[in-house]
């Protein structure tokens, strides 16, 4: 059974920095591409930044673009997401999540490619 656990969320102010990791229990981790969403409350679950299962391709919400880096160390079996200069519409609960398919060669930002997701860790940006 895979797991996923996020960590790292809690309450910054507006152009402040936080430093979210995602750890997998899962002993393939290296062959699936992983994916960071949010969702505010009201509002639909939305991409926020994906990287390849090799770590050689990113790609970002236009809303993070500059702002936010998503990485991996495959040999601790991590996510990370940091994000900086953070706004007040960046506050939503984060989670992230494994992509069904191995080795894909197109990425995606749907949430219907992923298949585990963790619980979700909260950030909350103030003005």
């Known amino acids: 059974q895979v797991q996923l656990v996020e960590s790292g969320g809690g309450l910054v102010q507006a152009g402040g920095s936080l430093r979210l990791s995602c750890a997998a229990s899962?002993?393939?981790?290296?062959?699936?591409?992983m994916g960071w969403f949010r969702q505010a409350p009201g509002k639909e679950r939305e991409f926020v930044a994906g990287?390849?299962?090799?770590?050689?391709?990113?790609y970002y919400a236009d809303s993070v673009k500059g702002r936010f880096t998503i990485s991996r160390e495959n040999a601790k079996n991590t996510v990370y997401l940091q994000m900086n200069s953070l706004k007040p519409e960046d506050t939503a609960v984060y989670y992230c999540?494994?992509?069904?398919?191995?080795?894909?060669?197109?990425?995606?930002?749907?949430?219907?490619?992923?298949?585990?997701w963790g619980q979700g860790t909260q950030v909350t940006v103030s003005s």
């Open positions: 899962i002993r393939t981790f290296s062959s699936y591409d």
């Open positions: 990287i390849s299962w090799s770590g050689g391709s990113t």
């Open positions: 999540a494994k992509r069904r398919d191995a080795y894909t060669i197109i990425l995606s930002m749907a949430g219907a490619s992923y298949d585990y």
